[in-house]
């Protein structure tokens, strides 16, 4: 074995010199080439504009972006009206022991809901619908004999009242004077309504017909000659025996005074002798409330009042308007108390 003295190291091959690091530049081959941009060059006639004074588009509105806003509150109002109306409601306090309901008590609700809950669609139900109550007449006038062709409880035999030679018919004068006193009734603001002879509105149709006043009006025979000298002038007359007295003679008395002073301009005088049973016996007396002041009237003969029946039916109708009206009023329609004069004593 050698003696370490001895040893050395190998000889060091020389080191090349440092490769100098080559800069990356245009002429590198690994380096990416960088391409400048070419501008397009604006026209020689327009001048240049700084790039941070250049116009940009205008940005495009959302015409719909409320839309999301909208169903947002939607959604909020539908959650809100969801829980208001699904609230429990509270038990109601028992009532006392000594409490008695009220059978004609109406019921109302003790709370209502915090929204309304519209009803859109209803079914029909099979509850009648209430029929109105007609509204009572002030006057109810029948026009005497008169009777509507077809309707209810028409006679069989049509009774048109008396006929002249001539063919004038009792029933021509009482639908025309019926017709115009009616119209003047009305004028002056009352409900008047006409009847027929047999009018289906009767007591025995209708058991709460109970107008303020009731007027037949009729006209009498064609009687002429010198035995009948007395066939002449008018007569009016309510129930006997009557069931509301003094209303039917103050009714009685109304309609006296005011056509009185109609027929005394024709010299026909109020005819009391020719008052028969027909009239305080008429028949729709009994076909209305009893306590309804009723009363009929004959307006004069046919065979000697002719003219007057048929020529001055608008006075007639003036006549028995005025009577109707004071009635309504409230007049007692009584002629007026004559005051004595005051008589003259000597002293002693």
């Given at each position: 074995?050698?003696?370490?003295?001895?040893?050395?190291?190998?000889?060091?091959?020389?080191?090349?010199?440092?490769?100098?690091?080559?800069?990356?530049?245009?002429?590198?081959?690994?380096?990416?080439?960088?391409?400048?941009?070419?501008?397009?060059?604006?026209p020689a006639d327009e001048p240049r504009t700084p790039?941070?004074?250049?116009?940009?588009?205008?940005?495009?509105?959302?015409?719909?972006?409320?839309?999301?806003?909208?169903?947002?509150?939607?959604?909020?109002?539908v959650g809100v009206f969801?829980?208001?109306?699904?609230?429990?409601?509270?038990?109601?306090?028992?009532?006392?022991?000594?409490?008695?309901?009220?059978?004609?008590?109406?019921?109302?609700?003790?709370?209502?809901?915090?929204?309304?809950?519209?009803?859109?669609?209803?079914?029909?139900?099979?509850?009648?619908?209430?029929?109105?109550?007609?509204?009572?007449?002030?006057?109810?006038?029948?026009?005497?004999?008169?009777?509507?062709?077809?309707?209810?409880?028409?006679?069989?035999?049509?009774?048109?009242?008396?006929?002249?030679?001539?063919?004038?018919?009792?029933?021509?004068?009482?639908?025309?004077?019926?017709?115009?006193?009616?119209?003047?009734?009305?004028?002056?603001?009352?409900?008047?309504?006409?009847?027929?002879?047999?009018?289906?509105?009767?007591?025995?149709?209708?058991?709460?017909?109970?107008?303020?006043?009731?007027?037949?009006?009729?006209?009498?025979?064609?009687?002429?000659?010198?035995?009948?000298?007395?066939?002449?002038?008018?007569?009016?007359?309510?129930?006997?025996?009557?069931?509301?007295?003094?209303?039917?003679?103050?009714?009685?008395?109304?309609?006296?005074?005011?056509?009185?002073?109609?027929?005394?301009?024709?010299?026909?005088?109020?005819?009391?002798?020719?008052?028969?049973?027909?009239?305080?016996?008429?028949?729709?007396?009994?076909?209305?409330?009893?306590?309804?002041?009723?009363?009929?009237?004959?307006?004069?003969?046919?065979?000697?009042?002719?003219?007057?029946?048929?020529?001055?039916?608008?006075?007639?109708?003036?006549?028995?308007?005025?009577?109707?009206?004071?009635?309504?009023?409230?007049?007692?329609?009584?002629?007026?108390?004559?005051?004595?004069?005051?008589?003259?004593?000597?002293?002693?």
């Amino acid at each position: 074995m050698s003696d370490s003295s001895d040893f050395k190291p190998l000889p060091r091959k020389n080191k090349a010199a440092p490769r100098k690091r080559q800069s990356v530049g245009a002429n590198t081959p690994s380096a990416t080439r960088r391409v400048s941009r070419a501008r397009a060059a604006p026209p020689a006639d327009e001048p240049r504009t700084p790039r941070s004074r250049r116009a940009r588009p205008p940005a495009q509105k959302n015409r719909f972006g409320w839309l999301k806003y909208a169903a947002f509150l939607m959604m909020v109002g539908v959650g809100v009206f969801v829980v208001a109306n699904l609230q429990p409601t509270p038990p109601a306090a028992p009532p006392p022991a000594d409490f008695t309901p009220d059978p004609e008590a109406t019921l109302v609700p003790t709370q209502a809901p915090f929204f309304a809950i519209p009803h859109i669609f209803e079914l029909p139900t099979d509850t009648p619908t209430p029929i109105p109550t007609p509204s009572v007449p002030d006057v109810a006038i029948v026009a005497g004999h008169w009777a509507i062709e077809g309707a209810a409880r028409v006679p069989d035999v049509p009774d048109s009242g008396a006929i002249c030679p001539d063919g004038t018919r009792e029933v021509d004068i009482t639908k025309s004077v019926a017709d115009k006193t009616l119209s003047l009734l009305q004028r002056r603001g009352y409900r008047a309504e006409l009847l027929q002879e047999f009018d289906p509105v009767y007591k025995d149709v209708n058991p709460d017909f109970a107008p303020r006043s009731f007027l037949s009006i009729h006209v009498d025979s064609c009687l002429v000659g010198a035995e009948y000298a007395y066939a002449t002038g008018y007569k009016i007359a309510h129930a006997e025996p009557s069931d509301n007295q003094v209303q039917d003679d103050r009714l009685v008395t109304c309609l006296t005074r005011s056509y009185d002073k109609v027929a005394s301009k024709y010299d026909k005088p109020f005819n009391y002798n020719t008052i028969t049973r027909n009239m305080t016996e008429y028949h729709a007396f009994r076909k209305i409330d009893p306590t309804t002041p009723a009363a009929i009237i004959e307006l004069g003969f046919l065979g000697q009042d002719y003219d007057f029946l048929l020529h001055h039916q608008d006075e007639i109708a003036q006549g028995l308007a005025r009577g109707l009206d004071d009635f309504l009023k409230g007049q007692t329609c009584a002629p007026p108390t004559a005051t004595p004069p005051p008589t003259t004593t000597d002293a002693p």
